[in-house]
């Protein structure tokens, strides 16, 4: 019997209801195989059994190797064994059968997790003829806010069971949310199952993308107050989950604007071995989903969409793909991310210093990085940002997901309180980033800021409306064929259409009557134009 031979037995031996599905086999241990084997021996003694599929083209650190997922955790001895025997990269194992839910006797209902501000949800579900979960994690201000409208984050998880990796995760957010480092959001965990792969299963018995796409995300929307539109959701995921958020962000990208690609596997194209299956126990894993089909594995690659999506996805995706660089999934990333940018899909591309295959290493040392990532998508987004422009003057007020826009794009960029009025009426007061209503505030711009807290008060006690004309205030402009049109409303909001002040000789600001006296530089209303001493 040989080295390899020994080894998979004694696996099989060691963890009879635990079976490894893929040995990711490296170059660099070709000194260590043909001690007693050439390639095509291990290959063939790697071959004979049915559920073990060979990868040649994997890489990784010699000593990451030798580190559980969490980074701390010696592996157990058997995977060890498989490290150092046939340099065993990973493997992906068979899951032990859950045991059914006594409520609804299916898989896919994870059990209950017990974490602030995070529910299990149950609902039915057409695509697998059974009663499917979720958890669901809403901010504190969603309770409190009846009238506001939020993005959804949907969080991918990995191989795995699905409940284990939501309590972390969802303190991760929470905490982000509540020091003001990103917009608050709904974030939800689907079940994609320990080893759905994000995809229909050929045999048509997990139809996980069915349930997500067609099921799912209709239900959060119809359900929740969100912001129920592309630019509204982001799909994320880690591992299995990354794999899944880049081929359902790729392949439905008219229902997700960005994309967060960490981890991901498997990445490539292809498999050096085609996957073969020999199902046992019932348990799902990895070709499960492909059924053994290597073109089915093929059309489901984010590899291919990418190529099929390429025009969609360059137009108005975001899109970063990330990996620590003691990852065994590294060399195939770099391939993903150079085959993105071959076919011209923009993306941001980031490499981890020593962090191996773990999502909250890999989200800790993002950092700053990763609040930003956030703060852009939901910050800058034109179809958000579109519903916060000015409506015709026959309109009625703004909408929720007007206001909900506006508010997430202020509080992404820092703003602490944000009031939007209407014919001299308050319809909406909000504040985040640590800001309230008794809270004193530091203004910038002097002249703008003082100018426009006064304006407010005056509009308050009655003094003046918005929309009156200037010049009952500034009696110069009375006789002036455009300057007698300028209202209150364009003086604030820098339309109206007065030439911007400058400074005078040695960085004198300019004087009042200066200001007065500036020529026009078009009609009141006509565009908005910065200036440094407007009035």
């Not at 409303?489 to 004198?508: A, C, H, N, V």
Request: proline share 7%; glycine share 10%; with cysteine.
């Amino acid at each position: 019997m040989t080295t390899e031979q020994r080894l998979l037995t004694a696996l099989r031996r060691e963890q009879p209801d635990r079976v490894p599905v893929f040995l990711y086999l490296n170059p660099w241990a070709k000194n260590w195989y043909n001690q007693d084997s050439s390639y095509a021996e291990v290959l063939a003694a790697c071959e004979q059994y049915e559920d073990v599929v060979c990868d040649w083209g994997a890489s990784i650190n010699r000593k990451s190797s030798m580190q559980s997922a969490d980074s701390n955790t010696p592996i157990r001895v058997s995977t060890l064994v498989a490290a150092l025997a046939v340099a065993c990269l990973s493997f992906v194992e068979a899951q032990t059968p859950r045991e059914a839910d006594p409520k609804h006797g299916s898989q896919w209902v994870l059990p209950e997790v017990s974490v602030p501000g995070v529910q299990r949800v149950v609902f039915d579900s057409a695509a697998a003829r059974a009663k499917v979960s979720y958890f669901i994690y809403t901010p504190e201000i969603y309770d409190t806010e009846k009238e506001r409208r939020f993005p959804v984050l949907y969080w991918l998880h990995g191989s795995g069971p699905g409940e284990a990796g939501v309590p972390r995760l969802a303190a991760h957010f929470d905490a982000a949310m509540k020091a003001g480092k990103i917009p608050p959001m709904l974030v939800v965990f689907p079940n994609g199952l320990p080893g759905g792969m994000w995809c229909d299963s050929k045999d048509g018995k997990t139809p996980v993308e069915s349930i997500v796409i067609k099921e799912l995300l209709p239900h959060i929307d119809g359900s929740y107050r969100t912001i129920a539109k592309r630019e509204g959701r982001i799909i994320e995921g880690f591992s299995m989950g990354g794999y899944g958020a880049a081929r359902l962000g790729f392949k439905h990208h008219d229902l997700f604007a960005t994309v967060s690609i960490l981890s991901g596997g498997p990445l490539q194209r292809e498999f050096t071995v085609a996957p073969r299956v020999r199902p046992r126990g019932g348990g799902l894993r990895l070709p499960a989903a492909f059924g053994g089909d290597h073109d089915y594995f093929k059309a489901q690659s984010p590899w291919v969409l990418a190529e099929q999506n390429a025009a969609a996805l360059s137009a108005r995706s975001r899109i970063r793909v990330v990996i620590g660089d003691r990852d065994e999934m590294l060399t195939v990333t770099r391939e993903f991310d150079a085959h993105l940018t071959q076919v011209k899909i923009p993306h941001s591309y980031s490499e981890l210093p020593g962090i191996p295959h773990n999502p909250m290493g890999v989200l800790n040392a993002l950092g700053e990085a990763n609040w930003e990532f956030y703060r852009a998508a939901l910050g800058t987004s034109p179809a958000l940002l579109s519903e916060t422009r000015p409506q015709e003057a026959t309109s009625s007020n703004p909408t929720e997901s007007m206001l909900a826009a506006a508010r997430a794009y202020s509080e992404a960029n820092g703003g602490q309180s944000m009031l939007v009025m209407r014919d001299g009426k308050v319809i909406f007061e909000g504040y985040g980033n640590g800001g309230g209503a008794g809270r004193r505030q530091t203004l910038a711009s002097g002249t703008k800021s003082f100018v426009g807290v006064l304006t407010a008060a005056a509009v308050e006690d009655g003094f003046i409306k918005l929309d009156d004309a200037a010049c009952e205030s500034l009696t110069e402009w009375k006789s002036d064929p455009l300057k007698s049109h300028i209202i209150y409303r364009q003086l604030l909001t820098l339309t109206s259409g007065l030439t911007p002040g400058e400074r005078g000789e040695g960085g004198r600001n300019p004087a009042w009557k200066e200001i007065i006296a500036k020529p026009m530089s078009g009609k009141p209303g006509a565009q908005f134009e910065y200036g440094t001493y407007h009035l």
